[in-house]
Antibody
């Protein structure tokens, strides 16, 4: 069974940093791009970042570019999201998801499955 | 901002058919990029419902169907059931903005 389990969320002050992790199992890790999607309280879904299967290429939404860094560790089958210079508007549930393709920016890609999410709250 | 627009809510009685529209533009749906649909039950993570415009993953009832035409796509739910009460999101890729986008989301209420 394909499974994704996020961790690392919590309360952080504005300007602070947090590192999210997503442990993957049940599939060939490097054969799929991986994605982070977030959902602010009571709001819709927002794509945050994607990384190719090899880890060599990454993509970001304009709202997080320059502040967030996505990475993956093949030896640990784990996806990461390093979040710096956090703002109140970054408060959200963060989900990791497996992309259907390997490139990370495939125009055909869908996301399946999704993890259960981890909550990030940015507040003083 | 979202480049894919959905109606905020739709409702129907049990057994009825409802449709949810997803309106995009020439740089996403109109450019030929596939549309995918997700169901998010209250308090849970999103789940893939329809992929590549019309395809259902294993385990998704055939009451759910998708279509795409021009710069828009639609999700239809026939034989509406109480368990279908959820938020539904479309998703596609935008060539101009170079990224993935989700629709604004639609809440389905079973009367």
């Amino acid at each position: 069974e394909v499974q994704l389990v996020e961790s690392g969320g919590g309360l952080v002050q504005p300007g602070g940093s947090l590192r999210l992790s997503c442990a993957a199992s049940g599939f060939t890790f490097s054969s799929h791009a991986l994605t982070w999607v977030r959902q602010a309280p009571g709001k819709g879904l927002e794509w945050v970042s994607s990384i190719s299967g090899s880890g060599g290429t990454s993509y970001y939404a304009d709202s997080v570019k320059g502040r967030f860094t996505i990475s993956r560790d093949k030896s640990k089958n784990t996806l990461f999201l390093q979040m710096n210079s956090l703002r109140a508007e970054d408060t959200a549930a963060y989900y990791c998801a497996r992309a259907s393709g390997i490139a990370g920016a495939g125009a055909l890609d869908w996301f399946d499955p999704w993890g259960q999410g981890t909550l990030v709250a940015v507040s003083s | 901002q979202s480049v894919l627009t959905q109606p905020p809510s739709v409702s129907g009685a049990p057994g009825q058919r409802v449709t949810i529209s997803c309106t995009g533009s020439s740089s996403n749906i109109g450019a030929g990029h596939d549309v995918h649909w997700y169901q998010q039950l209250p308090g849970t993570a999103p789940k893939l419902l329809i992929y590549a415009n019309t395809n259902r993953p294993s385990g998704v009832p055939d009451r759910f169907s998708g279509s795409k035409s021009g710069t828009s796509a639609s999700l239809a739910i026939s034989g509406l059931q109480a368990e279908d009460e959820a938020d539904y999101y479309c998703q596609s890729y935008d060539s101009s903005l170079t990224g993935y986008f989700f629709g604004t989301g639609t809440k389905v209420t079973v009367l």
